[in-house]
Each structure stands twice: as C-alpha cells, then as structure tokens.
C-alpha cells in the first residue's frame, strides 16, 4: 500500500528541495517513491530533471486530461530520475502553463491515486503550491496524505502566510492542521532564525541553509551525501524525517 506525504508552505521556504532529499533519503532506505508536483504556473519537470528534453505528452496535464485506468496508463508519465531508479516524478513540462488544461477534476485526480496505490512505488510525495485555495490537487493532497508537512521561512512574511492559511484551514476538518509536520526552513545564511522562533515557538525541524544542497537542487542532483557542514545537517535532519515515517508504517503494519 503507497503511503502518501504532502509538503506545502511559504513562498521559498525549499518544499521543492526537501521533497527531493526526502525522497533521497527514502531511496537510501530502500523505498521507492514518485514526486508529484501539483504547480500548474512552473513546469517542474525541467526543474528536478534540467538534464531531459520531455515532450509535453509526457506531462500530468496530458495523463489528467482523461480518464486513468490502469497502472498501465501511467506509462510514459513518471520520469525517473538518472541516478536512482528508486526515484521518479511528475509534473508539468517546459513551455506549458494554467491554461494548458482545463482545471482537473477531483475525480480523476482520486483515479490516479488509486491506480497509483497498485504501482511499485512505496511513497508519493506531493510537491505542493503554495496556496492551497486556488488549487485543487494541493488541497487533495493535504486531506489525504498520512504525512502532511507545513513549511516556513522565518521571517515576517512566512509567520504571517502561516496564520493567514491555518486560519481558514481549521474550518476543514480533513486538513488536519494540528497534525501537520512543522518545518522551518532558513533560506539564507542570514535568517532571522532566533527571532522567528520566539515569535513561533519551537518546530518539530529545523533545516539548515546549505551552500551544497542549493548547488545540488539546481543541477537536478540528488540530495543526499552533502560535503559542507551545513549539508551534512541538512542530510542528517531529512534522513530522520525518512526514518520516522518508515519506523511508523512498520509500527502501523504490526
């Protein structure tokens, strides 16, 4: 049975990144699992895989557009990635925008889960936008996901985005917000860390700015094995975001 995991948050605050070394992490554990970006403003397929020239039939958009199946009809949409077959993606390729697609229905999207659930893949990591209310498949995946995580930058911006959405978030009984993973996510060397946290409180992680996980991210490497210090946190804080959910499918399962 797939186990599905949704990352949503401020503006910048990495839920791309982290989605990818999540998902490196996992690999490394021995689990498969397929990204799948819900942004329908950025094609996200030249973003995790900057190396491949995908065609636009090869884009969820084109998969959504009709009815799925089978795990047949996945076929020639999830991309994996070149230096772990442990690892692939969906998403909307180059050139493509909102109006590509008409917007997609709820039900086909709950196909694709289904279908998704008899594939290979133990994960399905969702890399959410930002704003949940204006996306169909972002608020699909927060009320599905055994694993919802919220991130946020810490500054002002990203403490004022929080209470902005978990405002209205707390009305939907599905959205779980009290059992969100809460991640706060300097995307600078320079953040105001230890003030956002007085204002905050305290996060369930913490991950680190890294020189090495940013040069890795947009050279569509995978995150994991970093050199410099700050990387080797940043692996070491996901790694034991990896293990919590496996060690809880297997306390679940038993």
């Known amino acids: 049975m797939v ?28 689990k498969n699992t397929v990204i799948i970006s819900t942004d329908s403003s950025t094609p996200s397929l030249p973003v995790f895989l900057p190396a491949e020239q995908l065609p636009p039939d ?16 996945l076929k020639g949409y999830i991309h994996i990635h070149p230096a772990s ?13 909102p ?10 999207m709950m196909a694709l889960l289904r279908v998704l659930n ?18 169909p498949m972002t608020q699909l995946a927060l009320q599905t996901a055994e694993y919802p995580i919220r991130m946020l930058t810490p500054d002002v911006r990203g403490l004022e985005f929080e209470r902005s959405q978990t405002a209205w978030m707390r009305g939907i009984a599905d959205m779980r917000v009290d059992k969100q993973i809460r991640i706060i996510s300097p995307v600078h060397s320079f953040s105001p860390l230890d003030r956002a946290l007085s204002v905050a409180g305290q996060p369930e992680y ?7 996980v ?18 080797i946190e940043y692996d070491s804080r996901v790694r034991q975001l990896a293990e919590r959910i496996i060690s809880d499918e297997h306390n679940h399962g038993a």
């Open 85 to 97: 077959d442990r690892i692939g993606f969906m998403g909307i390729t180059s050139g493509e925008t």
């Open 3 to 30: 186990r599905m995991i949704a990352a949503w948050g401020s503006n910048g605050a990495g839920k791309t990144v982290l989605c990818l070394a999540l998902a490196s992490q996992l690999a490394a554990l021995h």
């Open 214 to 231: 940013y040069s890795r991210s947009i050279a569509g490497q995978l995150i994991a094995g970093c050199r410099d210090r700050s990387g």
């Open 58 to 73: 090869a884009s969820l958009g084109n998969l959504l557009f009709s009815p799925i199946k089978t795990v047949n009809a």
């Open 118 to 135: 008899d594939s290979p893949f133990d994960y399905i990591i969702f890399d959410c936008q930002a704003n949940p209310v204006f996306d």
């Open 99 to 108: 109006i590509s697609y008409k917007s997609f229905k709820r039900e086909t």
């Open 206 to 212: 913490i991950l680190p700015f890294s020189t090495d």
